[in-house]
């Protein structure tokens, strides 16, 4: 059975920084694409971040140089390292792998307030 599960949500203030975890389990993890997307209440979820398999990454324009999304494959674990936290940033966020088939973890609440 395919597993997503994300960590390190919370509450943090404007200017903070937060880093999400999420470790895979029951798939090959290494040549997934995985990634983050997040939901805002009253808002449609959309991509934060994506790591190819081969490494590369894609950000949304907002979070541009602000978060970074890394992996390790040897721990089968994605993160994303979310620096200059604004309020805007306060969502669910959600941790998917990607080949055939899309797979989901069950979310991590990031809450920015002061």
């Known amino acids: 059975q395919v597993q997503l599960v994300e960590s390190g949500g919370g509450l943090v203030q404007p200017g903070g920084s937060l880093r999400l975890s999420c470790a895979a389990s029951?798939?090959?993890?290494?040549?997934?694409?995985m990634g983050w997307y997040r939901q805002a209440p009253g808002k449609q979820r959309e991509l934060v971040a994506m790591?190819?398999?081969?490494?590369?990454?894609n950000y949304a324009d907002s979070v541009k140089g602000r978060f970074t999304i890394s992996r390790d494959n040897a721990k089968n674990t994605v993160y994303l390292q979310m620096n200059s936290l604004k309020s805007e940033d306060t969502a669910v966020y959600y941790c998917?792998?990607?080949?055939?088939?899309?797979?989901w973890g069950q979310g991590t609440q990031v809450t920015v307030s002061s």
């Open positions: 790591i190819t398999s081969g490494g590369t990454t």
């Open positions: 998917y792998a990607e080949r055939s088939v899309a797979y």
């Open positions: 029951g798939i090959i993890f290494s040549p997934y694409a």
